[in-house]
């Protein structure tokens, strides 16, 4: 049966552009699917209780308590639940945790599983099974980030101009750091679980030189584009050219139009601070205001300020070109 393919944005999902990270849990009944459908965010879905089969890249996947599924920007997949099933979601904007990329160099794996699709423009990997430690860890951390999740049948994918928005699980100012804590410790959990189910996946047989490179890339990208290109070489102990070769070999990418993807995405989590886009342009090194307005567009599909505008308004569906490479 051919399946109608749907987009959700971020307003779906009640997910803020201020803040845009939610945990929502799900209960479906007996005999239950959803029909196919894209995001225009991330989404993992990991499965509590009962079972389902998770429809994806052609693939029929079954999903046990324990299984997680990781979707990026653009990825459609289904779901079929034969009997009944509980799955907490968890969706999230991977360009407004591009501070954290640097940090995340050290986890090749967490990189591979969750922000592989902002880097290289591939997709993630299949579902798996957490073992049952890391399961019982993860089960913690979801009561400590959303101890009053949302339960409702899904898709429950309104406007939240018709229902609003439910109260979230923690308030006051410490909650955002609060949250991005737990998810970015559940993350880790995820990563070094299927470092050590998986050591030798084919999704994830990357030369480890190149992280030392996308390192020296995120120690620069505050200085102007022509600086990366031997600090790279150095990174890599080789010549510019044929660090350049390496990188276009590894990645798809030539450094420079790598280097100007991660200063757009740096730009994000500026912007919605409230930071003008001249002075965005300044902080990140581009040549004057258009260039950055120009640069922008070209990932995002937008100029910078109506992607504030968007994301800020909570409404709507912003299709980027952010699945893929340029």
């Given at each position: 049966?051919?399946?109608k393919?749907?987009?959700?944005?971020?307003?779906?999902?009640?997910?803020?552009?201020?803040?845009?990270?939610?945990?929502?849990r799900?209960e479906?009944g007996?005999?239950r699917?959803?029909?196919?459908?894209?995001?225009?965010?991330?989404?993992?879905?990991?499965?509590?209780?009962?079972?389902a089969?998770?429809?994806?890249?052609?693939?029929?996947?079954?999903?046990?308590?324990?299984?997680?599924?990781?979707?990026?920007?653009?990825e459609?997949?289904?779901?079929?639940?034969p009997?009944?099933?509980?799955?907490?979601?968890?969706?999230?904007?991977?360009?407004?945790?591009?501070?954290?990329?640097?940090?995340?160099?050290?986890?090749?794996?967490?990189?591979?599983?969750f922000?592989?699709?902002?880097l290289?423009?591939?997709?993630?990997?299949?579902?798996?099974?957490?073992t049952?430690?890391v399961?019982a860890?993860?089960?913690?951390?979801?009561?400590?980030a959303?101890p009053?999740?949302?339960?409702g049948?899904?898709?429950?994918?309104?406007?939240?101009?018709?229902?609003?928005?439910p109260?979230?699980?923690?308030?006051?100012?410490?909650?955002?750091?609060?949250?991005?804590?737990?998810?970015?410790?559940?993350?880790?959990l995820v990563?070094?679980?299927?470092?050590?189910?998986?050591?030798?996946?084919p999704?994830?047989?990357i030369?480890?030189?190149i992280?030392?490179?996308?390192?020296?890339?995120?120690?620069?990208?505050?200085?102007?584009?022509?600086?990366?290109?031997?600090?790279?070489?150095?990174?890599?102990?080789m010549?510019?050219?044929?660090?350049?070769?390496?990188?276009?070999?590894?990645?798809?990418?030539?450094i420079?139009d790598y280097?100007?993807r991660?200063?757009?995405?740096?730009?994000c989590?500026?912007?919605?601070?409230?930071?003008?886009?001249?002075?965005?342009?300044?902080e990140?090194g581009f040549?004057?205001?258009p260039h950055?307005t120009?640069?922008?567009r070209k990932?995002?599909?937008?100029?910078?300020?109506?992607y504030?505008?968007?994301?800020?308004?909570?409404?709507?569906?912003?299709?980027?070109?952010?699945?893929?490479p340029?």
């Amino acid at each position: 049966m051919a399946l109608k393919k749907r987009r959700y944005s971020a307003a779906q999902v009640q997910m803020q552009g201020v803040f845009p990270l939610r945990f929502q849990r799900f209960e479906m009944g007996r005999q239950r699917e959803t029909e196919e459908h894209t995001h225009a965010f991330c989404e993992i879905g990991l499965s509590l209780g009962g079972g389902a089969i998770h429809l994806h890249d052609g693939l029929e996947q079954a999903l046990e308590p324990g299984s997680i599924y990781i979707l990026t920007p653009g990825e459609s997949h289904a779901l079929r639940v034969p009997q009944s099933w509980t799955v907490q979601n968890i969706y999230y904007s991977p360009e407004l945790f591009s501070r954290e990329y640097g940090a995340f160099l050290s986890l090749p794996r967490l990189m591979g599983l969750f922000f592989h699709r902002e880097l290289f423009g591939s997709s993630g990997v299949p579902c798996f099974r957490l073992t049952p430690a890391v399961f019982a860890q993860i089960e913690k951390i979801l009561e400590l980030a959303a101890p009053d999740a949302d339960v409702g049948e899904k898709p429950a994918l309104e406007d939240p101009r018709d229902g609003g928005t439910p109260a979230p699980a923690l308030s006051g100012l410490a909650a955002p750091i609060v949250l991005r804590s737990l998810f970015t410790a559940l993350l880790v959990l995820v990563a070094e679980d299927h470092q050590r189910q998986f050591p030798d996946h084919p999704a994830f047989a990357i030369d480890g030189r190149i992280f030392a490179a996308l390192a020296a890339v995120e120690n620069l990208l505050e200085g102007p584009a022509r600086d990366v290109v031997p600090a790279v070489g150095d990174a890599l102990g080789m010549t510019r050219e044929y660090a350049s070769s390496f990188f276009h070999a590894k990645t798809g990418s030539t450094i420079r139009d790598y280097v100007l993807r991660r200063r757009v995405l740096r730009a994000c989590p500026l912007l919605l601070e409230g930071r003008s886009v001249t002075a965005v342009a300044h902080e990140l090194g581009f040549w004057d205001t258009p260039h950055f307005t120009r640069s922008f567009r070209k990932i995002f599909g937008c100029a910078p300020r109506d992607y504030r505008e968007h994301l800020q308004s909570g409404y709507g569906s912003l299709d980027s070109g952010m699945g893929r490479p340029n």
